[in-house]
T-cell receptor
Framework: AQTVTQSQPEMSVQEAETVTLSCTYD???????LFWYKQPPSRQMILVIR??????QNATENRFSVNFQKAAKSFSLKISDSQLGDTAMYFC????????????????FGTGTRLKVLA | GAVVSQHPSRVICKSGTSVKIECRSL??????MFWYRQFPKQSLMLMAT?????????EQGVEKDKFLINHASLTLSTLTVASAHPEDSSFYIC???????FGQGTRLTVV
């Protein structure tokens, strides 16, 4: 069975600094997708970044980038120039096609990392 | 990005009554939607996968007779909490699309 592990329950970073959140996963699949989501106090889940496993190039979205190491099954998120608005819960997630057939898929979420950006 | 709308955002109901939560995909069609439950300071727990035109697929341990799911169209899935009890109080979130676009969530309180 697939699992997603986030080993850092809580982290803090000074405003304008860089922070890296770790995520590891376990799967025997070759084709899958990985995601980072942000959940601020409003509890709205917001997609931060997405990575296709078949792509070697690391995904980047403005201040957010990932370090995807497929062989090591590692998918860390780097936040550069941290801002107060980045304070939130961050979830790593794994998605693969479900055994129920084409067009069906399943997500597995990690336990989350609570990030606090300090002024 | 795609928009998923969930309604209501908050609901308080009396024990024994039923509550319906709607999840709509506003600018795309979703043959599959997901329903999650989230306890305070915890991750999302998948409850069921809602499939348009067919029965929902429930995760192990989720009572299908209590959490009734209907996915009658390509843009709407509903979750009905039947005969709600205080232990059903929680935050429920739906998602749709292959990048898991989420609704705003529903905070259910059963008194």
């Amino acid at each position: 069975a697939q699992t997603v592990t986030q080993s850092q329950p809580e982290m803090s970073v000074q405003e304008a600094e860089t922070v890296t959140l770790s995520c590891t996963y376990d799967t025997s699949e070759n084709n899958y997708y990985l995601f980072w989501y942000k959940q601020p106090p409003s509890r709205q889940m917001i997609l931060v970044i997405r990575q296709e496993a078949y792509k070697q190039q690391n995904a980047t979205e403005n201040r957010f980038s990932v370090n995807f190491q497929k062989a090591a099954k590692s998918f860390s998120l780097k936040i550069s120039d941290s801002q107060l608005g980045d304070t939130a819960m961050y979830f790593c997630a794994f998605m693969k096609q479900s055994s129920r057939g084409p067009g069906t898929y399943k997500y597995i979420f990690g336990t989350g990392t609570r990030l606090k950006v300090l002024a | 990005g795609a928009v998923v709308s969930q309604h209501p955002s908050r609901v308080i109901c009396k024990s024994g009554t039923s509550v319906k939560i709607e999840c709509r995909s506003l600018d795309f069609q979703a043959t599959t939607m997901f329903w999650y439950r989230q306890f305070p300071k915890q991750s999302l727990m998948l409850m069921a996968t809602s499939n348009e035109g067919s029965k929902a697929t429930y995760e192990q341990g989720v009572e299908k007779d209590k959490f009734l799911i209907n996915h009658a169209s390509l843009t709407l899935s509903t979750l009905t909490v039947a005969s709600a009890h205080p232990e059903d109080s929680s935050f429920y979130i739906c998602s749709a699309g292959d990048s898991a676009f989420f609704g705003q969530g529903t905070r259910l309180t059963v008194v």
